[in-house]
Every structure is written in structure tokens, then in C-alpha cells.
């Protein structure tokens, strides 16, 4: 708006300047057709500012292990309803925290049920979390390193293993009690590196700092991790697929029918479809 108004303020101040040589009733003509020129400049900045105000945009907190499926999740909802989404990527952990402290998400996507669960029994959510689907850790070894086995991360040419921090983030919480309770754990700890999140785990292995890392399926599926390395899913016996949860924030004053909308849509049919692309089960 700051780049129209001095425009036709020059207008004005052109036509204001021409006063002197017309009429004195052409003048209050022309003093008159400014004013309503003026007024209806106004008017429209003003209607095209309410109805740009009330676009609807959903506030998503995202799991970083589902920021590639998330995208599509988002673009299907979008194109079939007209409402936009904005989301938010970080660990579980950092999302509970922020909604905790009264960020305003709508909707929370999380890797887990736990620190879905905990926002719904502290009053945060509207409702109970549904779980949305399973998915499943891996191990990524380099490309033209050793097979992507447990024992291959003790040789001597695997130096640098990533893992997504255990604290905040349930897929590095999975591969660090399947390193300890498959024995292999205090064989490789000094070798670990510990990242804030899925995503920032799937950087480090993308950019070839490390050897190898822990990641969740969605990661390596039509990845560039794909491509630079070679991995194996965590045997399910030992090391269950992990149930993720979604749930709508509760937030005063606010209509939630649209992001309720939102967790209908990835519950669907469609919604399944999406998520079994990237290598997540709808079924447990």
C-alpha cells in the first residue's frame, strides 16, 4: 500500500494545482470527484486487505520424519479444499515443548504417540491423538562402504554414525535401544554423533559428513539417500514399527473446523495413499 498511495498522491496534488485557472463551479466539481476518487482508492485497499486477512492457513508442527510426505499431504489437501498450510519441521520433543508454551499450531504431526498423548492429557488438544500411520527405522551406510549391518558399524572404516538425538526425536530413541539391546551399543558410542532431528540426521548423511546414520523409512524413499548409500530396515521383531499420531491443538477463540479438515483428509483414502509412498503402514 505504501508503494500506491504516493502515486496517486501526485495525482491529486497535479489536479489540486490546476484549480486556480477553472471555474469556480467547475472547481467544486473537480474538488468533489477527487474526494470520491479518493474515498473508492481507499475502499479498495481496505476490502483487498480484509479479504487477504481472512484467508484461511493452517499452522502445522511437523515430526521431521514426515517433511517430504508432508509436502504432498498438504499440496492434496490444498488443491481439493482451497485452504493453505504452513508448516513447521523440528523433533517431536521441540514441537511439544513450543505448543506447550502456547505456539500457535493447529494441527500437531507427530513420530510418535507419546508427546501427542501428553499435550491431550494436559489439556493442549481437543481431543485424543489418532494414530495416522507406522513407520519403521533404518540404518544408511555410505555408498561403496560396508553392507548396512549392525556389525559392519564396528569396523575401523565406519568413523562417524549419526543419530537423531534420543531426547526429542522417537526414531533416534528407536535405533538407540536397538543398539543396546542387540549388544552393540557400547561397541560403537564413541563413534556416535547426535543430530537435532531426523532432518538435520538425513544432512549429515546427505552431505557425506558422516558414515553412516539412523533415519526413518520416508527418508531414504525417492531421497538422495537413496542414491549415496544403501540401507536395511530394523528388524520389526526386535524393533516394532513406531505409531505416529496426529491432533488437533486446542486454541481459544479459534475455529478448529478446518483443521479438523485437515486430519479427516490424512486419515482418508487419499491420505493413506500419500503416506504408503513413503514407505509408512496404515495398518498395524
Not at 126 to 144: A, F, N, S
Not at 171 to 196: C, E, F, M, P, V
Amino acid at each position: 500500500m505504501s508503494l500506491l498511495i504516493p502515486k496517486y498522491s501526485a495525482y491529486f496534488r497535479y489536479r489540486l494545482s490546476r484549480r486556480t485557472s477553472l471555474p469556480a463551479s467547475s472547481s467544486r466539481h473537480s474538488a468533489s470527484r477527487l474526494r470520491f476518487i479518493a474515498v473508492m482508492f481507499l475502499f479498495t485497499l481496505v476490502s483487498a486487505c480484509t479479504h487477504h486477512a481472512k484467508k484461511p492457513s493452517l499452522m502445522i508442527a511437523t515430526a521431521a520424519n514426515m517433511q517430504r510426505p508432508m509436502d504432498s499431504l498438504t499440496k492434496g489437501f490444498t488443491d481439493l479444499t482451497g485452504l493453505t498450510c504452513n508448516k513447521t519441521v523440528s523433533s517431536s520433543g521441540n514441537h511439544t515443548a513450543q505448543i506447550t508454551a502456547g505456539a500457535p499450531y493447529d494441527v500437531f504431526v507427530s513420530a510418535d504417540m507419546k508427546y501427542p498423548e501428553t499435550l491431550y492429557q494436559t489439556g493442549h488438544t481437543l481431543g485424543p491423538p489418532k494414530i495416522y500411520g507406522y513407520g519403521q527405522t533404518v540404518l544408511w551406510v555410505k555408498q561403496g562402504g560396508l553392507e548396512p549391518s549392525f556389525e559392519s558399524l564396528t569396523s575401523k572404516s565406519i568413523r562417524r554414525i549419526v543419530v537423531p538425538n534420543p531426547k526429542n526425536a522417537p526414531y533416534g530413541r528407536s535405533a538407540i535401544q536397538a543398539l543396546k539391546s542387540s549388544g552393540y551399543y557400547d561397541q560403537i558410542k564413541d563413534k556416535l554423533i547426535y543430530a537435532q532431528s531426523v532432518a538435520h540426521a538425513n544432512h549429515f548423511m546427505v552431505s557425506g559428513a558422516v558414515d553412516a546414520g539412523f533415519t526413518a523409512i520416508s527418508a531414504v524413499m525417492d531421497n538422495p539417500l537413496f542414491d549415496k548409500g544403501r540401507f536395511v530396515v530394523l528388524d520389526a521383531t526386535e524393533n516394532p514399527p513406531i505409531a505416529q499420531g496426529i491432533v488437533v491443538i486446542r486454541r481459544p477463540q479459534s475455529d478448529s473446523s478446518s483443521a479438523q479438515a485437515f486430519v479427516d483428509f490424512v486419515l482418508s483414502e487419499e491420505g493413506r495413499r500419500i503416506l504408503h509412498q513413503f514407505g509408512y503402514t496404515t495398518d498395524p
